[in-house]
Structure formats: C-alpha cells, structure tokens
C-alpha cells in the first residue's frame, strides 16, 4: 500500500500566521496600557497642578485683601510666616476691649467677601487668644492667629479638628402628628438624622422620647405666626405669634421645652411674618440664649432676620440651604439631594430640611444604602451652629 504524504507547508504557514497574530494582539494590549498609564500620569499631573494654584491663590488673596481688611478693622500683624505644607500663618495683636465673639463675626465676614471659610478653630488654653484655621475653594491654605496686645512667648499651633467630607445636616420636620411606619423608618435609619418636633400633638412626646432612644438629635418644631392667615391654626397654644408680649413668648417656648425636654435647639413651623419681625425675634432668642437652645431658620420667607438676629443675641445659629422635598415626587427629591451635596461641596457644610413623607424616606433609605451619600459627613444640627 502506498504512503501518502501531505505537504507541511500549509500547516508551518498557519502556524506562523497565529503567531503573529498574537504578537500583534499582546503588543496592542501593552500599547492600551501604556496609553493608560499616561492618561493617569496626565490627569494626576493637572489635579497637582490645579490643586498648587488654588494654594497660591489662596495664600496670595490671604495675606493682601483679608490682611489688610483685618488690619483696617482694627487689628495690628504682629507675624507673616509659612507654615507646614507651604500653608500661610498670620498673627494679629488687638484690644482688650474686643470680645471672642466680635472678632469671630469680623473675621466670618471678611473671609466669606473672598470665598474662604472657616475648617475650624482653636481658643488658647493657657491665655486669650483665637486661632482659625482656613480654607480657600475646598483647600486649606493657612491660620489666623489673634492674641491680646502684650502677648509674649512663642505660640504653638494647634491642630485643627475638621473632617476631610463636607457636613451635611438633615433635618426632618412635622413629628408629633402620629407614630406610623414612616416615623419608625426614619427613626431606624443608621444615621445623624435630626428630628424636629411639633408640641401639642399626640404622638409629640413620645416621638422626643423614641427618637433620642434611637440615636437621633431632637429639636422644638416652633409654630410661628404665617402671612397667610388661614395657615395659622392648629397649634394655637404654642404658636409664636407678632403680636404677644415678652411674657406670652416665653410661656409658649416653656411649654415646648417642658413637653419636649430632649430638644437641643428650636426651627420655625411656618413663621413667614413672624420671622420677619425684629421684635419677635429678639422675644425668642432671649429665651432660647437663657436656656442654651440653638436655632435654626427654616427660610419660610425670603424677609426672614431669623439668623441675624439669633447671632446679634449670642443664640448658636443656622440657615437651611435647600428643602427636599417641596415636591414629592421622589426623582425630584434625589435632585434635590443632589443639590445639597453640591453646595456642601462648595461651601464645605449645608443644612437640608425635608418632612415625614414616605418618599423621602425612601430616597434617603436609598442613598444611605447605596453609598450616595459617602461623599459628606452627616452631622447633627448642633455640630454646625455658629454662635
């Protein structure tokens, strides 16, 4: 029988063709790689390069405009050096006349004129004194430093106490009404949630009394007096209303505080046309300043003097940023979640007010249990009041 012998030609030939073919597909993967690589060297090299320029940025506009501002203001430089990480340290001497409170309030004022902020601050243990630790656009850049006139000795620099997130506060109004799921699922939810309660209704001192079981910051959910008159009833012995009298005001919040004697602090119910009130507003923060309560302005009303006239009576204070849920269609709430941590973002703390409604229990269920909210440190009301 004879052999057949078939060529091996065709057979070297294929061979040869996936060889080459795989070389081909390890270098055009290496290649992707290398392309990779210096996209991210790229990138990195940029982020450096914008993070170095909001620094010199920062450290320029701090030692012209809010120098001399503070200089102008009355205070004298007693030191200009950098500090670690090539961050600016200034030191000013003023007046035995000047109180920490008014020299916090200047010196608020003259950094929020140039978009700094305050990451935190750090009073003297061993002799008067203030320092406040600054940022510009999200960076730290540098410390501010006031001491009596007179000071000697050598200053150590403390440092700063701050979170590297944002602070988000969220507080949750309308409490008291009833004790459904709802009130449960926001008083489980795993976070520093602030709850707000209504005095006078049925469930009200028993919403205070579960929710600081729970871990939760309790605060008086104040009915004020509303421009639209048909609003103003329903809780007609608590509500603050224009025309009472320093006695009638300080009944009323007693009466809150007895009922609700876990609160910390106080927000408004409504109150467009009382929060517009000087008078009024000064009848409540003299009664919450007499009993150590924070206030926050819930804005009901673009006129409100809420806040100014808390801080111009030494009341810890703040202002809700944005309201979550105006609409409660739960995609609109997300967004306007969304819009709340941009802003803390920017302003490195925002205050987000919302309502015992079960879409937004179900959005921030959602964005706890996503991880959405990762970005920002949620904090209590009380952790961010500035008095």
Known sequence: MKRIRYP??????????????????TAFILLIVAVIAVIGLVVRYYAKTERDVILERGRYLLNTCIKHAIINSGFKEIRAESGPGNQLSLAFSYGGDRSMQSITDIVTIKLRQHEFGIIGT??????????????FQGRPVGTLTFLPAGTKGKIEIAEPRVSRRPLLVIIIDDFGYSNNGVVGGFLKLPAAITVSVIPGHQYSRWTASEAQKA???IMIHMPMESEIAEMNHGEDQFMLRIRH????????IQAAVMELPEAVGMNNHMGSLA?????IMEKVMISLRNRGLYFIDSLTSPKSIAYEVARENGVAAAVRTVFLDNNRDKSEIQAQFEKVIRIAEKHRKAVAVGHVYPQTLEVL?????????????????????TG
Request: net charge neutral; aromatic share 8%.
């Open 215 to 217: 871990g939760k910051e």
């Open 275 to 279: 929060t517009a009130d000087r008078l």
């Open 122 to 135: 750090h009073a003297l243990e061993d002799r008067e004194g203030l320092i406040f630790f600054v940022d």
């Open 8 to 25: 091996s030609k065709p057979l070297r030939t294929a061979w040869k063709r996936i060889r080459d073919e795989l070389r081909l597909r």
């Open 365 to 385: 269920q959602y964005l706890l249990e996503s991880g959405k909210l990762a970005g920002v440190e949620l904090m209590f009301a009380s952790q961010i009041v």
């Open 245 to 252: 009298s320093n006695y009638e005001i300080e009944q009323r």
